[in-house]
């Protein structure tokens, strides 16, 4: 089992910047990859980023390439979210999830979430 906590989200004017988190616990040795997703109500859920947690690649939608930066602590507890220039189509509930098997892709399926944390940008 892995726990997944999300922080940080709240409300920002379009342009400004927030910082979420995910502090991960349990069974922390066996995931390959974590991600970071968002849904709006009524939407399918879009996937933001994604990364290995040994290091490597990390994947981002094309929606927030430039604008968003994944990353994580040395000793892999807590994973981040810098978003910067902040849209009002970034609004939505974000979610911290993990994946236990090989494949960091957006559209894997992963087996751990969050529940979530709400990102409101007004224009």
């Known amino acids: 089992q892995v726990q997944l906590v999300e922080a940080g989200g709240g409300s920002v004017q379009a342009g400004g910047s927030l910082r979420l988190s995910c502090a991960v616990s349990?069974?922390?040795?066996?995931?390959?990859?974590m991600g970071w997703f968002r849904q709006v109500p009524g939407k399918e859920r879009e996937g933001v980023a994604t990364?290995?947690?040994?290091?490597?690649?990390?994947y981002y939608a094309d929606s927030v390439k430039g604008r968003f930066t994944m990353s994580q602590d040395t000793a892999g507890n807590t994973v981040y979210l810098q978003m910067n220039s902040l849209k009002p189509d970034d609004t939505a509930m974000y979610y911290c999830?993990?994946?236990?098997?090989?494949?960091?892709?957006?559209?894997?399926?992963?087996?751990?979430w969050g529940q979530g944390t709400q990102v409101t940008v007004s224009s």
């Open positions: 349990g069974d922390t040795y066996n995931r390959k990859c």
């Open positions: 999830a993990a994946r236990l098997r090989v494949g960091c892709y957006l559209t894997a399926v992963f087996d751990y």
């Open positions: 990364a290995y947690t040994t290091g490597g690649g990390t």
